[in-house]
Each structure stands twice: as structure tokens, then as C-alpha cells.
């Protein structure tokens, strides 16, 4: 059984920086890229970052790209995401997923379809 839980989430004002943390178990973490997601009230859930099986490869959404930056630690089956210089705009559950293939990279990490598992999610808040 497959289980990503995600942590670090919280309340930060703007232009604050938060570290969100996902623990994998089930399957050979080393093997399978990683993403995040995010979904706000009333919007749908939002590709935010993704990384190769081997962390070699990195996406972003345009609306995070050179504030956030995704890094994965095969040896203890986690991944991480710092998020620097938050916005309002980035007020939402966010998500951590694995893909569902083994060993791929590239641009269809950003399809949310391309995961078969999730977490449950952390919430983070940005106020003024």
C-alpha cells in the first residue's frame, strides 16, 4: 500500500518561507518522479513542481518558478519543497503525488492524471 504524507504546512505572512516535507512508503521511492499540486477554494487543483525518479530534472509552474524549489532525498524516501517569497496567491492545500511509471521525466509530470497516488494534503496560509 502506497502512503505519501505531507507536512509543514502553516500559517506565514507575505514574504515569509515555509518548507513542506512528503514521506513516501509502498513502493521504491528512487524509482518514481514526484510532484506537488496545489488546489485553492472555488479553483481547481494546480500543478506547482515536479522532479524526476532520479531528482535530476525539475519543473515548475511558471507561478512559482525561482521562489520555490523542489529537492528529493531517495536514501529516506522524502521530498521537500521550499517555498520562498510567498504571495496571497499561494494560499491552498498542497498536495504531494507519485507517478504512476517507473523511471520517466519530462513535461507530463505537470498532468496531474500521470499520478495514480496522493496525499492528503497540508494547508498553508499566507497573510498580510
Known amino acids: 500500500q502506497v502512503q505519501l504524507v505531507e507536512s509543514g504546512g502553516g500559517l506565514v505572512q507575505v514574504g515569509g518561507s515555509l518548507r513542506l516535507s512528503c514521506a513516501a512508503s509502498?513502493?521504491?521511492?528512487?524509482?518514481?518522479?514526484m510532484g506537488w499540486f496545489r488546489q485553492a477554494p472555488g479553483k481547481e487543483r494546480e500543478f506547482v513542481a515536479a522532479?524526476?525518479?532520479?531528482?535530476?530534472?525539475?519543473y515548475y509552474a511558471d507561478s512559482v518558478k525561482g521562489r520555490f524549489t523542489i529537492s528529493r532525498d531517495n536514501a529516506k524516501s522524502t521530498m521537500n519543497l521550499q517555498m520562498n517569497i510567498l504571495k496571497h496567491e499561494d494560499t491552498a492545500v498542497y498536495y504531494c503525488?507519485?507517478?504512476?511509471?517507473?523511471?520517466?521525466?519530462?513535461?507530463?509530470?505537470?498532468?496531474?492524471?500521470?499520478?495514480?497516488?496522493w496525499g492528503q494534503g497540508t494547508q498553508v496560509t499566507v497573510s498580510s
Open positions: 503525488a507519485i507517478d504512476r511509471a517507473i523511471y520517466y521525466s519530462g513535461n507530463y509530470l505537470r498532468d496531474a492524471a500521470e499520478y495514480d497516488y
Open positions: 509502498g513502493r521504491t521511492f528512487s524509482s518514481y518522479a
Open positions: 522532479n524526476s525518479w532520479n531528482g535530476i530534472a525539475t
